[in-house]
């Protein structure tokens, strides 16, 4: 190990700031690639998932939140692929729940196993849950996961809302031609059960076959325009941490949100960096900057530095921003899934 670094660096949260000042507070972490839909903005049906062997362990994946949070990061997001088909997820989320110094441990799902996980996630400690439903149709549901559990999902919504976490957000991404005329309808479903709502632009990650994502591109103003004409919007307050910008929706507690990688670019405020399931620290959704923490944890005797000073120096590696343009080939070759939404 080498002692001067560990010496000139003085583990706290002071040194999860990156070289444009943005501070590193909130860490998302994949805990598998694999997943039981095909969403069809996401992942080929016939795609190739990593072998178990290259995957992190739940103690290896425990470890590295654990540091993340002793070095100050106060949020933390588990994500996939689907996490909840993770064996043993539960056990995971109660040690990084239960860690000293965390304010909120949060989750992303597609809901399939919301129905009978929904009360062990709030008394593993989840305080918050995101739930992708793209939309309300469950012969479109089927066309978009590739997948007819359409039901299953909206049981677990219902369940969901049933427990004690703080706010519950649905997720939906909008692709022009095949969902767009749901946007109202999908943000009606959400206020009504007293939820957030945040609808995403289609980002380029990885080579889809189903279809164009040029095409398919709606952007959030759009978007918005489209809800206007059914709800009274007002510019909120709300900060979650994560990329949406949020609305108040006039007579209703739930608000309205937009994620707009292509048409608001806000890696300005940029606060998150993701680990993927193999254990590679990505500083940036949009580019390929990562530094590969497994090492750090299976050989830790034949490396130079901690693992905790692995993380702090893999900071100088986040980007100032990423640049995505859809009439490209995609240049991030891996899929959402791999990186964690
Ligand atoms: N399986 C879980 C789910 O679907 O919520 C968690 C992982 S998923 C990769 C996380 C989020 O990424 C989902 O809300 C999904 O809709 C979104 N997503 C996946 N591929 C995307 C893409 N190419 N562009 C924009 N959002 C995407
Ligand atoms: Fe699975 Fe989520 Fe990707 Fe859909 S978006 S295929 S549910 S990882």
């Not at 999860?16 to 049906?45: K, N």
């Not at 918050?128 to 909206?154: A, C, G």
């Not at 709606?218 to 919007?233: A, G, N, P, V």
């Not at 993380?311 to 490209?328: A, C, G, T, V």
């Amino acid at each position: 190990m080498n002692n001067i670094l560990h010496e000139v660096i003085p583990l706290s949260s002071a040194n999860l700031i990156d070289p444009f000042g943005r501070h590193i507070d909130y860490v998302r972490i994949s805990v598998t690639d694999r997943c039981d839909f095909r969403c069809t903005y996401c992942m080929d049906e016939d795609v190739t998932f990593l072998r178990r062997k290259d995957i992190l362990s739940l103690e290896e994946i425990v470890n590295i939140a654990q540091t993340f949070i002793k070095l100050g990061s106060k949020r933390i997001r588990i994500t996939g692929g689907e996490p909840l088909v993770r064996k043993n997820i539960l056990w995971a989320l109660e040690q990084i729940s239960n860690t000293p110094g965390l304010e909120e441990l949060t989750l992303t799902t597609n809901g399939s196993q919301l129905k009978k996980m929904a009360k062990s996630l709030s008394n593993a400690g989840v305080t918050r849950i995101n739930v992708s439903l793209d939309t309300l149709s469950p012969e479109l549901f089927e066309k978009m996961t590739r997948r007819d559990q359409f039901h299953q999902v909206i049981e677990g919504i219902e369940e969901m809302a049933l427990h004690d976490f703080k706010r519950n957000k649905i997720n939906s991404v909008i692709l022009k031609n095949h969902n767009d005329n749901e946007i109202a309808d999908l943000a009606q479903f959400a206020l009504n059960r007293n939820m957030d709502i945040s609808f995403i632009e289609e980002m380029p990650l990885g080579v889809i076959t189903d279809h164009d994502r040029a095409a398919a591109y709606i952007s959030s103003d759009e978007i918005i325009d489209t809800l206007k004409k059914r709800f009274t919007l007002n510019p909120s307050v709300l900060k979650t941490g994560g990329p949406s910008t949020y609305f108040d929706v006039e007579n209703h507690q739930g608000h309205i949100g937009i994620i707009s990688p292509h048409s608001h670019n806000f890696c300005s405020t940029c606060n998150r960096i993701r680990l993927t399931a193999e254990g590679r620290l990505l500083l940036c959704l949009g580019n390929e900057h990562s530094m590969d923490l497994k090492p750090y944890l299976r050989q830790p005797e034949e490396q130079d530095i901690t693992l905790d000073e692995a993380i702090i120096k893999s900071l100088d590696l986040k980007p100032e921003k990423h640049h995505f343009n859809l009439n490209e080939e995609p240049q991030i070759l891996r899929f959402m899934s791999a990186t964690g939404g």
